[in-house]
């Protein structure tokens, strides 16, 4: 470690309590019996808790941190910025940041997706994308093309519209149904990564586009691996077959890669393992590496255009933070260190694989035990599927006391740990997981 942390200040349990007291959790109830952790220090893959123990971390902080913590060339780029500026409005004024930025996704981005939009997180660059979609096609005369069709088991964010479009049941849509937006849905793509694609896997998808394709603004999807709704892996062929459906029966294509995003599945894009490109996408979570919240929506010079020549001429959207320039600067930094760093002598795709390999091998044993439903592996993430739910509050202190940080949900035990997690790491992280999913197995 490079740095020792800081001697702390309150002792492990008065931190606990007034957390309770006082702080909500993602998902979480006031006064809950959940457990909770205090933590002092991450640094590289490894997650120092408040009361001294130490966790390899399974989960990238929900995917974002793909260099690891602490990462000193990501902590720089944070602090140069912080002498030049830490803000500054983006109406009327620009910093260089933000070009860079949206200059290089614009370059790295499938297609032409040339157009960038700058916002504060990956359910506002839904959102955004949404009114992109809604706002062409107003300005193509078309206003009653206005709903959106998704897919079930799909998550697309927290927010209202951003929830409209995500799984009517695990989302909820019961609840908030006085005020969320009727979308319509088809059925989650059941064809495998590897699998051959039949009609009968497109069925509900064609159904829905022909059906309704006049009231349909765009498709909203998460290409190749639904994530939070389910880690689903299905057949490029699948999104091949809906880009052609979009096509033919003039649907606009939004790719939600908030999660995917930047390697994670061994392309630099999930959409890249059907060759197809989007007409608008959305990045997040993955985008400064876990440092600073920042998304962006991208969208196709066509759309742009058709949105300047719609009634209000402007995409109607303006977040305070836009283009914030720290967010930028480590963005701008984290993406350099991925596309020209290497590993131990490997580029990016090549420890993408690495981790895949590690991924398959060190889940294999999970393969055999009764209570697995399924093992699958696609890039950088690894997944458990268990033929029964779990109870997250009873098991979560299993993996902590395994020294590992794995979160699960449902029936779902799965890691995506950070890109630079050495092989030794990803042993341990995968041996340790399976002595829990065993023991999980026993009770
Ligand atoms: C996490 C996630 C979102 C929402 O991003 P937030 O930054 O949490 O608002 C949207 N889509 C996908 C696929 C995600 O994984």
């Given at each position: ?65 793909l ?7 990501l902590?720089?780029a944070v602090?140069?910025q ?15 940041p933000a070009?860079t930025l949206c200059?290089h996704l ?12 700058l ?143 930047l ?20 990045l997040g979570?993955t985008l400064t590496a876990g440092y600073i919240t920042l998304a962006a ?26 283009g914030n320039p720290l967010a930028c600067a480590v963005a701008n930094k984290s993406l350099d260190l991925l ?105």
């Amino acid at each position: 470690m490079s740095q020792k942390p800081p001697s702390p200040s309150l002792d492990t349990q008065t931190l606990i309590e007034w957390d309770k007291q006082h702080v909500w959790h993602p998902y979480s109830a006031v006064n809950s019996l959940a457990p909770i952790y205090p933590v002092s220090h991450a640094e590289g893959v490894r997650i120092t808790l408040h009361d001294g123990r130490e966790l390899i971390d399974g989960m990238s902080s929900w995917w974002s941190v793909l260099h690891g913590y602490n990462h000193p060339e990501l902590n720089q780029a944070v602090r140069d910025q912080l002498d030049h500026m830490a803000h500054i409005m983006f109406g009327g004024l620009t910093h260089e940041p933000a070009i860079t930025l949206c200059k290089h996704l614009a370059k790295i981005a499938p297609g032409a997706l040339e157009k960038v939009f700058l916002c504060d997180s990956g359910s506002v660059a839904i959102e955004v994308a949404m009114k992109m979609a809604l706002q062409y096609w107003h300005s193509q005369g078309k206003p009653e093309k206005n709903r959106l069709l998704s897919l079930s088991g799909g998550y697309h964010g927290d927010t209202f519209a951003a929830m409209s479009v995500c799984d009517p049941v695990t989302g909820m849509h019961h609840l908030f149904q006085q005020n969320l937006t009727q979308q319509f849905f088809c059925e989650k793509p059941t064809c495998g990564f590897n699998e051959p694609l039949q009609a009968i896997h497109l069925k509900s998808v064609t159904t829905q586009i022909e059906t309704h394709h006049k009231h349909i603004a765009a498709v909203v999807l998460e290409p190749i691996v639904q994530g939070t709704g389910g880690m689903n892996f299905y057949s490029p062929d699948y999104l091949k077959a809906v880009r052609q459906l979009c096509n033919e029966f003039n649907v606009l294509l939004i790719a939600d890669e908030i999660a995917t995003g930047l390697g994670r599945t061994g392309k630099l894009f999930a959409c890249e393992h059907a060759g197809i490109a989007p007409d608008i996408l959305c990045l997040g979570k993955t985008l400064t590496a876990g440092y600073i919240t920042l998304a962006a929506t991208l969208c196709t010079p066509t759309i742009a255009q058709g949105i300047a020549e719609g009634e209000a001429a402007v995409l109607m959207h303006g977040p305070t933070y836009m283009g914030n320039p720290l967010a930028c600067a480590v963005a701008n930094k984290s993406l350099d260190l991925l596309l020209h760093h290497t590993w131990e002598g490997l580029n990016w795709q090549g420890n993408i694989k690495r981790l895949e390999q590690g991924l398959n091998t060190g889940l294999a044993p999970c393969r055999a035990l009764p209570h697995v439903k399924d093992v699958r592996v696609l890039g950088a993430i690894g997944v458990v599927e268990l033929t029964h739910p779990v109870a997250l509050d009873d098991v979560q202190d299993l993996f902590v006391q395994a020294g590992i940080w794995v979160r699960p949900f449902g029936k779902l035990v799965y890691i995506m740990p950070p890109y630079v997690m050495n092989d030794n790491d990803l042993d341990f992280l995968t041996h340790q997981l399976t002595q829990v999913v065993k023991r999980i197995g026993q009770r």
